[in-house]
T-cell receptor, first 113, second 109 residues
Framework: ETGVTQSPTHLIKTRGQQVTLRCSSQSGHNTVSWYQQALGQGPQFIFQ???????GRGNFPPRFSGLQFPNYSSELNVNALELDDSALYLC????????????FGSGTRLTVV | KNEVEQSPQNLTAQEGEFITINCSYSVGISALHWLQQHPGGGIVSLFMLSSGKKKHGRLIATINIQEKHSSLHITASHPRDSAVYIC???????????FGEGTQLTVNP
């Protein structure tokens, strides 16, 4: 049973650029969610995908977008990067049904300069 | 006011001490999660609770649905328990996980 893998682990981008972060979900998990964690704070929910459809979204602007693929892996895209987008981005997967817990990846540390 | 509140924010203990971290929430939930985050950033799921009490090794988690309160206890604490402990809830209103701000635990030898 594989865990959740995120890539890259670290990334430095310039303000205004675009970035794509990737997440492979745990085997058998069909739901993937993304979170932004600023330094010293708890994670904030960005959005969730279930079977390739977005089924929940947090208070993030449209320049944060995502995709889920048929193998349930996922991407988070951020356009027009701002300095405040610097954070740890976490991905988590879970199986079908509320009785399943979450498996988290190790995160991607994004720095916008 | 955050929907999920944790206390304390920071906790320093001596090895062997009994530790309690508290979590209160103000929304309807289907489950509550206790998570552990180490300095590298990765998060490990410790417990998922919808009622009662769960125990795993030296860790115990309890939840009181009527009072909207949960506690995480660590018995015989050890320096390797040093980490950030985060409470998170599955809200019944939507497909999302809402997190507390975390409790930074430091256990000194």
């Amino acid at each position: 049973e594989t865990g959740v893998t995120q890539s890259p682990t670290h990334l430095i981008k310039t303000r205004g650029q675009q970035v794509t972060l990737r997440c492979s979900s745990q085997s058998g998990h069909n739901t993937v969610s993304w979170y932004q964690q600023a330094l010293g704070q708890g994670p904030q929910f960005i959005f969730q995908y279930y079977r390739e459809e977005e089924n929940g979204r947090g208070n993030f602007p449209p320049r944060f977008s995502g995709l889920q693929f048929p193998n349930y892996s996922s991407e988070l895209n951020v356009n027009a990067l701002e300095l405040d987008d610097s954070a740890l981005y976490l991905c988590a997967s879970r199986g079908q049904g509320i009785s399943y817990g979450y498996t988290f990846g190790s995160g991607t540390r994004l720095t916008v300069v | 006011k955050n929907e999920v509140e944790q206390s304390p924010q920071n906790l320093t203990a001596q090895e062997g001490e009994f530790i309690t971290i508290n979590c209160s929430y103000s929304v309807g939930i289907s489950a509550l999660h206790w998570l552990q985050q180490h300095p590298g950033g990765g998060i490990v799921s410790l417990f998922m609770l919808s009622s009662g009490k769960k125990k795993h090794g030296r860790l115990i988690a309890t939840i009181n649905i009527q009072e909207k309160h949960s506690s995480l206890h660590i018995t015989a604490s050890h320096p390797r328990d040093s980490a950030v402990y985060i409470c998170a809830v599955d809200e019944t209103s939507g497909s999302r996980l809402t997190f507390g701000e975390g409790t930074q635990l430091t256990v000194n030898p």
